[in-house]
T-cell receptor
Framework: DTGVSQNPRHKITKRGQNVTFRCDPI?????LYWYRQTLGQGPEFLTY????????KSRLLSDRFSAERPKGSFSTLEIQRTEQGDSAMYLC?????????????FGSGTQLSVL | DAKTTQPPSMDCAEGRAANLPCNHS???????VYWYRQIHSQGPQYIIH???NNETNEMASLIITEDRKSSTLILPHATLRDTAVYYC??????????????FGTGTRLQVTL
C-alpha cells in the first residue's frame, strides 16, 4: 500500500493558462474523489468516479474544469483558462467502495497558485 | 447530511488526554459520525467513525451520547505530532452510495510541551 499519490505537489501558473493535475489512487480502489481546499476552510467536494464513470459533480466544478479517469486507475483534473480564484489545494482521495461507510484515503494534494 | 459544530481551537499539554467535542443535534438515525484530521501540508487522515456505540481503535476513542446529538473524540496521550485540524463529519451511509464527505472548518488542536 503506497498510498494516494498526487503530482505535481506545487504548481504556479499565470492567469489564463491551462493546468493538469494527476492522481494515482491506491491500487484496486475503485472509487476516486477530487476535493478543493482554500486557506482556512475544510475540503470541498468536486467530483467522484466509480471506476471510469464520473458519477457526481459539484456545482463548484465550472465548465473550465474537467476530470477524467480513462481506465479506472489514475485520474486527471484539468483547469482551463485559470483564474486567480482557482488558487487552492486540490486533493484526491480513493476508497475501496462496496459499502456506504467506507473510509477515504487522501493524497497530499497539489497546491495551485494562479498569478 | 447533518450539520456539525466544533470549537475553532483547543490546546492540550503533551501526554495529557485531548477531548475534542462535536455537536450534531440534527443527526438522523441512519447517519454515522466520522472524524478526520489534517496535519499541516497533508491531506486529511481518517481517524475513526461510529453510529451509536462507543468506538476505540489504535488512534483514538469516540464517545457518542445516548441521544446521539453530540460526540467526543479522545486522544488518550496527545503528542506534538497530534497537532492538526480535526474534522467531525456526519453523513448518511447505506450500501451503494459513495462516501462524499462534507467538511466544516474543524477544530485546530495545538499540543504543547
Amino acid at each position: 500500500d503506497t498510498g494516494v499519490s498526487q503530482n505535481p505537489r506545487h504548481k504556479i501558473t499565470k492567469r489564463g493558462q491551462n493546468v493538469t493535475f494527476r492522481c494515482d489512487p491506491i491500487s484496486e480502489h475503485n472509487r476516486l474523489y477530487w476535493y478543493r481546499q482554500t486557506l482556512g476552510q475544510g475540503p470541498e467536494f468536486l467530483t467522484y468516479f466509480q471506476n471510469e464513470a464520473q458519477l457526481e459533480k459539484s456545482r463548484l466544478l465550472s465548465d473550465r474544469f474537467s476530470a477524467e479517469r480513462p481506465k479506472g486507475s489514475f485520474s486527471t483534473l484539468e483547469i482551463q483558462r485559470t483564474e486567480q480564484g482557482d488558487s487552492a489545494m486540490y486533493l484526491c482521495a480513493s476508497s475501496p467502495g462496496g459499502q456506504g461507510n467506507e473510509k477515504l484515503f487522501f493524497g497530499s494534494g497539489t497546491q495551485l497558485s494562479v498569478l | 447530511d447533518a450539520k456539525t459544530t466544533q470549537p475553532p481551537s483547543m490546546d492540550c499539554a503533551e501526554g495529557r488526554a485531548a477531548n475534542l467535542p462535536c455537536n450534531h443535534s440534527t443527526i438522523s438515525g441512519n447517519e454515522y459520525v466520522y472524524w478526520y484530521r489534517q496535519i499541516h501540508s497533508q491531506g486529511p487522515q481518517y481517524i475513526i467513525h461510529g453510529l451509536k456505540n462507543n468506538e476505540t481503535n489504535e488512534m483514538a476513542s469516540l464517545i457518542i451520547t445516548e441521544d446521539r446529538k453530540s460526540s467526543t473524540l479522545i486522544l488518550p496521550h496527545a503528542t506534538l505530532r497530534d497537532t492538526a485540524v480535526y474534522y467531525c463529519i456526519v453523513r448518511v451511509a447505506f450500501t451503494g452510495t459513495a462516501s462524499k464527505l462534507t467538511f466544516g472548518t474543524g477544530t485546530r488542536l495545538q499540543v504543547t510541551l
